[in-house]
């Protein structure tokens, strides 16, 4: 059975930091490259984060750039997504995400059909 399961969400005070994690099972992570997207109350969903695979090429949208890292450990199956210096407008429902890249595609897109999708966590941050 595909899934991805999504941890690490929770309540946190501005300045503070979370680590993401993106558990994969019944397929083979290191096949597809991974995003991270988030949805807050009242606004449409949007890609936070990519990153290839080998390569590890990786995308940041221009509002976490310099807070947030993605990762992935391709032998644990599994994406992160570190954020640090959090504020109030992170709050989101953040979900992971995958695809299958084209032979020749070295850059992780946000605006492709990705295939698989986890159930999301909450991220809360609030003093």
């Known amino acids: 059975q595909v899934q991805l399961v999504e941890s690490g969400g929770g309540l946190v005070q501005p300045g503070g930091s979370l680590t993401l994690s993106c558990a994969a099972s019944?397929?083979?992570?290191?096949?597809?490259?991974v995003g991270w997207f988030r949805q807050a109350p009242g606004k449409e969903r949007e890609g936070v984060s990519c990153?290839?695979?080998?390569?590890?090429?990786?995308y940041f949208v221009d509002s976490v750039k310099g807070r947030f890292t993605i990762s992935r450990d391709n032998a644990a199956n599994t994406a992160y997504l570190q954020m640090n210096n959090l504020k109030p407008e992170d709050t989101a429902v953040y979900y992971c995400?995958?695809?299958?890249?084209?032979?020749?595609?070295?850059?992780?897109?946000?605006?492709?059909?990705?295939?698989?999708w986890g159930q999301g966590t909450q991220v809360t941050v609030s003093s």
């Open positions: 990153i290839s695979q080998r390569e590890k090429n990786t």
């Open positions: 019944g397929f083979t992570l290191e096949n597809y490259y």
């Open positions: 995400a995958v695809y299958r890249p084209g032979v020749f595609e070295r850059m992780c897109k946000m605006n492709v059909p990705y295939k698989y």
